[in-house]
């Protein structure tokens, strides 16, 4: 390269960041993130809490990875969510498929979902994405809310019957809770691994870039809506999973689970732990969802509560709790 | 009749191109040639269309009638992410990085466009030899210092030279500027300028500049724009000469 004959100074002489512990903790954050899920139902007062936040966690990682990462915030993700936990139900019901299969069968269908919904909507952007994906995402659940036959309409997808696991022979029994945290944790460090492996990815360079700034990475030579729609398809994966695990875990796909409230409270858990952060969104399902356990003990009016929480944060916090926490140690 | 006047040493013409925003006409009718290994300065009075210009020949926006042509191909409406690809770069006239991203990693990401943009699995630093091509540009372009730091902290005439730096990272043949040294301390303007003219040695140079005398001495062509027409063309001395342009342009208070 002939630009080279131009440099003077030693190429070694870089200033460099010193490698601190943040630094090293951030280079194995999912090796952090796996061993705090691994210890996590221990301090918790119920573990069927705690399955909740993992799972609520992996489906707020996936749309976090639309909404902090690329930037873009959709208000259609219960449609990928629930598509996740209606497949891998179906296929469980009516097809009889093994647990397994029907895990890959939720995120499929995740993938499908989020595909089909980013194709329409990718092109808009700001509100009219939110609004858009919204829109489509009502649309499915009135197609799934329809297809009774299916889906049970109404009444939701009854009989999800696993009782029993088997990985290598190994047998686990699915009703045990804490057996059950550690099933779905270990589909979540996968997930985590899965993710890390994209931020770290050029891929991953390309969601910043093109977040950071539109202009210049159409003009850098990337194609800003294909990247959209790839991010996107890879955050319905995420949903779906989430979703799957949902169905495995409840044993019944409630149709609520489509509804835009289920898309609100992943732009809640994102926000109330941080936007665009790795383990911010555990953090946000978790003080969700304790709160609203806790909160709800004593009162109906739990979600007065949790909306000035989350006010609070907003107002105050704009990084999220996991956010504000980093920037922080970081200083 | 595009196709038979385009030679080898023409880079890029545009044939009629207009623009319209709504009623208002930016653009009218333009007809020119860039020859390549020049560097041909676009210049004239505020509002005269040069950005909106610009803007065509770097695939912003497409004309709204006429030809862009590229190399003797036509390129009218391509997706600006094409032009990258083709060896067409582009700064911009507000200063335009990647803010939250290293000065390393702004680099970084432009070199990556042209080869390993949708790979999801591999770590990115393990594409070595954009690391090394990185620093080897941000040197090229005085940067070495500021690896780093984030683009968004840097000063003003840095960030521009970051730029720079960042449209050449797709080795382009043909580099686009607007306004380069909008902005900037008679210093920093220098040390562009320099630099500008340092470019041109291996590849063609387009810029838009508003301040006339600035170009003047390192220009091989101009066009000079006025309310969206093409007033005049050619070398230094012959824009120098044109009574026209002296009326409408250098009969303003010089800047």
């Known amino acids: ?331 | 009749m595009i196709g038979q006047t385009a030679t080898s040493d023409v880079i890029l013409r545009t044939e009629r191109v207009s623009k319209q925003f709504g009623k208002f006409t930016a653009l009218k009718d333009i007809t020119a040639e860039f020859r390549r290994g020049a560097i041909t300065s676009i210049i004239g009075p505020n509002g005269a269309g040069k950005s909106t210009y610009f803007n065509l020949l770097s695939g912003a926006f497409p004309p709204t009638s006429g030809q862009v042509e590229f190399e003797g191909r036509d390129v009218t409406g391509l997706p600006q992410h094409k032009f990258a690809h083709m060896g067409v770069a582009k700064s911009f006239q507000i200063t335009n990085v990647f803010p939250q991203l290293s000065t390393h990693e702004n680099i970084r990401v432009a070199l990556q466009a042209l080869s390993s943009r949708y790979n999801i699995w591999t770590p990115r630093t393990s594409y070595k030899d954009l690391v090394v091509q990185a620093d080897e540009l941000l040197h090229r372009v005085g940067l070495w210092s500021r690896r780093g730091r984030l683009a968004g902290t840097l000063a003003h005439g840095e960030q521009r030279a970051l730029e720079i730096g960042m449209a050449l990272a797709s080795h382009p043949r043909l580099l686009l500027l607007d306004e380069p040294t909008a902005g900037m301390s008679p210093e920093e303007t220098r040390v562009m300028m320099d630099l500008i003219v340092q470019l041109a040695q291996e590849r063609t140079v387009i810029l838009v500049e508003h301040k006339m005398k600035l170009v003047m001495g390192i220009s091989d062509r101009l066009l000079v724009l006025h309310h969206g027409e093409l007033l005049a063309e050619g070398t230094p001395a012959d824009i120098r000469r044109n009574e026209t342009v002296k009326r409408v342009y250098l009969g303003q208070r010089e800047h």
């Open chain 1, 1 to 331: 390269m002939h630009e080279a004959s131009h440099i003077s100074e030693p190429l070694a002489a870089a200033p460099r960041h010193r490698a601190s512990w943040f630094e090293l903790a951030r280079q194995h954050r999912v090796l952090l993130s796996s061993a705090f899920l691994l210890a996590f139902p221990l301090v918790m007062p119920f573990t069927a809490l705690a399955v909740n936040i993992l799972i609520y966690g992996l489906y707020a990682l996936g749309f976090n990875l639309l909404f902090g990462y690329l930037g873009l915030l959709s208000f259609g993700h219960a449609a990928l969510f629930g598509t996740g936990a209606y497949l891998c139900g179906i296929a469980i019901v009516h097809f009889g498929m093994p647990w397994y299969a029907a895990i890959v069968v939720g995120v499929l269908g995740g993938v499908a979902m989020a595909a089909a919904i980013g194709v329409l909507a990718i092109r808009t952007r700001g509100i009219y994405f939110a609004m858009v994906t919204m829109a489509l995402s009502q649309c499915v659940y009135y197609l799934f809310y329809q297809a009774i036959d299916w889906t049970g309409g109404e009444n939701g997808l009854r009989g999800i019957n696993v009782r029993e696991i088997s990985i290598f022979g190994l047998k686990f029994d699915f009703i045990d809770p804490l057996t059950r945290y550690y099933v779905v944790a270990a589909f979540v460090i996968l997930a985590l691994i899965f993710l890390s492996r994209i931020l770290a990815s050029p891929f991953g360079a390309v969601i910043e870039a093109v977040r950071e700034n539109e202009a210049r990475a159409r003009a850098s030579g990337y194609n800003v809506t294909a990247t959209r729609l790839i991010a996107f398809i890879l955050s319905g994966a995420f949903c779906g999973l989430a979703g799957a695990l949902q169905a495995l875990h409840l044993s019944i796909v409630p149709i609520e689970i489509m509804h835009y409230e289920t898309s609100g409270l992943a732009v809640m858990m994102s926000l109330l732990g941080g936007m665009g952060t790795f383990f911010g969104p555990f953090v946000g399902a978790a003080v969700f969802l304790l709160l609203e356990n806790l909160v709800s003990l004593w009162t109906v009016h739990w979600q007065l509560f949790v909306g000035a929480v989350f006010m609070v944060c907003v107002l105050f916090f704009p990084k999220g709790i996991w956010g504000t926490l980093l920037q922080r140690v970081q200083k």
